[in-house]
């Protein structure tokens, strides 16, 4: 059983005893003595773990975990130290500098930003190695659809960061007249000259929380080199 996060407990504790949670921890047990499974298990809920529901500031919503050895850690587009930066994540460091002057950070681990309030939250949790899209439709897309649920009704003047027509389908329930939703093409590397790059989204979600009087985010990683 996964273990849900203190502050996030009240409010998906009973999606455990659904039925399509049951099927989906199923499926992950089923898959476990033939395939590894990114990110480890004790990742699965890494996103809830470093962002406490009461710190929630910002929501920005990946797809899938990455699926090569190493890489995956809970968080959407963040990558374990000393981990290649993946081509998305560099795009987002190229929008992060030309908008905000942050120079592009030499690692892909965001942790310095869940911590802050940025809920990194992928829509599946899982991925068997190598293959892409492999737990897709099992389940996690309803639970991550709570989530965001809970978010929407229980915290105020967040902003959603909505990257790519997957992650716009998905926020289709948050309430604009409570939140700041703001929405871009993808930052891959296929779609992210379409508006992404441009698109000036750190620096309004700073205006914004600073009005609110949520204080802002400091979008520029700390070094973690050695």
Request: aromatic share 10%.
């Amino acid at each position: 059983m996964l273990e849900i996060p203190t502050s996030w407990r009240p409010y998906l504790a009973d999606e455990f005893d659904a039925l399509y949670m049951q099927e989906l921890q199923k499926f992950l047990q089923l898959e476990k003595p033939h395939n590894v499974i990114f990110p480890p298990e004790e990742h699965w809920l890494h996103a809830l773990q470093a962002t406490p529901l009461n710190k929630v500031k910002v929501v920005i919503i990946g797809q899938d975990p990455y699926h090569q050895q190493g890489q995956a850690h809970g968080l959407s587009f963040s990558v374990k130290p000393g981990v290649k930066i993946p081509p998305s994540l560099l795009n987002i460091y190229k929008e992060l500098e030309s908008d905000l002057a942050i120079p592009r950070a030499n690692h892909g681990y965001l942790e310095s930003w869940a911590k802050q309030g940025v809920l990194l939250l992928n829509a599946v949790l899982t991925v068997n190695d190598s293959c892409p899209a492999s737990h897709q439709g099992k389940g996690w897309e309803q639970f991550t659809d709570k989530v965001i649920d809970v978010v929407n009704r229980e915290c105020d003047h967040v902003v959603f960061l909505l990257w790519g027509s997957y992650a716009q389908k998905k926020g289709t329930v948050i309430d604009g007249t409570r939140h700041l939703v703001l929405e871009a093409p993808h930052p891959s590397p296929l779609a992210a000259y379409r508006g992404f790059f441009g698109c000036c989204h750190f620096s309004q979600a700073n205006t914004y929380l600073l009005k609110e009087g949520r204080g802002q985010i400091n979008w520029a990683l700390p070094d973690i080199s050695k």
